[in-house]
């Protein structure tokens, strides 16, 4: 996905579009371009952001892809045609009940999509009003981690 490209698409299952999970970090180093590295917790590998889309890989010892968050503000991340980043929340759950999905709260700050291995970060849970913050993609069954 060049740098310019502006639209995530989320592959359930698979990771996201340009990103699937078990590539290569050198592959995606190539693919997306600039970034920067960073340990998120000790002993953990080395995550690369790539600050223009504020998309964040992480990857196991083998450098595989294992995990994928993108923040509001960065590129537009879409599933089965709606956006989930820097929306309101209570539109996305609307639209997403629309296609018979039924998000399950985490009572912490995420909304999780378990079939989809997708997860919905918001720090306020209670305002539908808000925008969801982040999203997070990883394998289905797997469930949130980082």
């Known amino acids: 996905m060049p740098e310019h490209q502006a639209r995530i698409e989320v592959l359930p299952g698979e990771g996201v579009q340009g990103a699937r999970f078990g590539e290569d970090r050198?592959?995606?180093?190539?693919?997306?371009?600039?970034?920067?590295?960073f340990e998120?917790?000790?002993?953990?590998?080395?995550?690369?952001?790539?600050?223009?889309?504020?998309?964040?890989?992480?990857?196991?010892?083998?450098?595989?892809?294992?995990?994928?968050?993108?923040s509001a503000g960065g590129a537009e991340v879409v599933w089965d045609g709606v956006s989930l980043v820097g929306q309101p929340l209570g539109t996305v759950l609307e639209a997403l009940r629309a296609k018979g999905v039924e998000p399950v709260f985490d009572?912490?700050?995420?909304?999780?999509?378990?079939?989809?291995?997708?997860g919905l970060y918001t720090t306020a849970p209670d305002e539908l009003d808000e925008p969801i913050e982040g999203v997070s993609v990883h394998p289905v069954g797997q469930g949130q981690s980082s």
């Open 107 to 118: 009572d912490d700050s995420t909304f999780e999509l378990p079939e989809q291995g997708i």
């Open 40 to 70: 998120r917790n000790p002993g953990d590998g080395l995550t690369d952001m790539y600050p223009g889309k504020l998309l964040m890989l992480y990857y196991d010892k083998q450098d595989k892809l294992t995990f994928i968050e993108v």
């Open 26 to 37: 050198a592959t995606h180093r190539e693919r997306f371009g600039t970034f920067e590295s």
